[in-house]
């Protein structure tokens, strides 16, 4: 079974600044990864995924995250954020041949001006 | 959007009265979920459809019943509601090439009193 880890609960952090939300999976096959963001009272919505290939991969509003295999890490980063970036972000994995995902608890940006 | 509704979008509701919610889609998917969503554990699996009338338990589906009787539609019924049901549930459609990406519905507010 699949598990993910968010190692960041809350990431404060000022406008115009880089950030780095930290994700670690754990799995015995291979897996697909996905970041997702969720504005206040909004649904999820898809940021980037990770299928195969590069493992840099770049998503929507310039946040781009690298699956790292040996240290089963896909973290996310941003240049420099804006204030329209304060949200929750969720990792999630899902195995290959499988159909289900596995949510991380979720890290809480907070951009300050 | 994936076209993906949900209804009601919030309900009040009193502990032990059945609660039935609803996810429609619009995009022909074989694939449909019901996450529930509870702060500081990110997103849980209830229960998952994979065709008509064909569906499976996820991680959380004590006290849950889903049913599919067309494509486009998924249900999640609480049979006697609780107050540790009270929560923000989501609804998913698998997408993308291999279908291994999960879009989500705008989420249901549930309160049970």
């Known amino acids: 079974a699949q598990s993910v880890t968010q190692l960041d609960s809350q990431v404060p952090v000022f406008e115009e600044a880089p950030v780095e939300l930290r994700c670690n999976y754990s799995?015995?096959?291979?897996?697909?990864l996905f970041w997702y963001v969720q504005y206040p009272n909004q649904g999820l919505q898809l940021l980037l995924k990770?299928?195969?290939?590069?493992?840099l991969v770049k998503g929507i509003n310039g946040f781009e995250a690298e699956f790292n295999k040996s240290q089963t890490s896909f973290h996310l980063r941003k240049p420099s954020v804006h204030i329209s970036d304060t949200a929750e972000y969720f990792c999630?994995?899902?195995?290959?041949?499988?159909?289900?995902?596995?949510f991380g608890a979720g890290t809480i940006l907070r951009v300050k001006s | 959007d994936a076209g993906i509704t949900q209804s009601p979008r919030h309900k009040v509701t009193e502990t032990g009265t059945p609660v039935t919610l609803r996810c429609h889609q619009t995009?022909?998917?074989?694939?449909m979920y019901w996450y529930r969503q509870d702060p500081g554990h990110g997103l849980r699996l209830i229960h998952y459809?994979?065709?008509?009338?064909?569906?499976d338990k996820g991680e959380v589906s004590d006290g849950y019943s889903v049913s599919r009787s067309k494509t486009e539609d998924f249900l999640l019924t609480l049979e006697s509601a609780t107050s540790s049901q009270t929560s923000v549930y989501f609804c998913?459609?698998?997408?993308?090439?291999?279908?291994?990406?999960?879009?989500f519905g705008p989420g249901t507010r549930l309160l049970v009193l």
């Open positions: 459809s994979y065709g008509v009338k064909d569906t």
């Open positions: 998913a459609i698998s997408g993308g090439r291999k279908g291994e990406t999960q879009y």
């Open positions: 799995s015995s096959v291979s897996v697909y």
């Open positions: 999630a994995v899902s195995e290959r041949d499988g159909n289900k995902l596995v």
């Open positions: 995009e022909n998917h074989r694939y």
């Open positions: 990770y299928l195969s290939g590069s493992t």
